[in-house]
Nanobody, 125 residues
Framework: QVQLVESGGGLVQAGGSLRLSCAASGRTLRSYAMGWFRQAPGKEREFVAVINWSGADTHYLESVKGRFTISRDNAKNSVYLQMMSLKPEDTAVYYC??????????????????WGQGTQVTVSS
């Protein structure tokens, strides 16, 4: 089975930056869209960002546009989330995801094929 393993989370001050990484193992996911979700305590998991198989197309949650950048390195079977100008409301567990469909990641979360275990991001005021 495919495994997705996130890293790079931590505690930062508001205005700071973090870079999250997600490495896939089990098989190559070059043909898959990959994305990031987050879940704060007591809240539903929400879509954050997605990138298509080639890296040419991306889509973001409105509140992170201009601050977060998703990228991928298919040679390393990995996806990244560069987070800048972090705000306390960005605090959440961040999950990596993969699915053949870009649309599924954006709009149909329950159908996503693969999930990582999550990495905690905490932004202090």
């Amino acid at each position: 089975q495919v495994q997705l393993v996130e890293s790079g989370g931590g505690l930062v001050q508001a205005g700071g930056s973090l870079r999250l990484s997600c490495a896939a193992s089990g098989r190559t996911l070059r043909s898959y869209a990959m994305g990031w979700f987050r879940q704060a305590p007591g809240k539903e998991r929400e879509f954050v960002a997605v990138i298509n198989w080639s890296g040419a197309d991306t889509h973001y949650l409105e509140s992170v546009k201009g601050r977060f950048t998703i990228s991928r390195d298919n040679a390393k079977n990995s996806v990244y989330l560069q987070m800048m100008s972090l705000k306390p409301e960005d605090t959440a567990v961040y999950y990596c995801a993969a699915d053949p469909s870009f649309f599924t990641i954006v709009a149909d979360t329950t159908r996503v094929d693969y999930w990582g275990q999550g990495t905690q991001v905490t932004v202090s005021s």
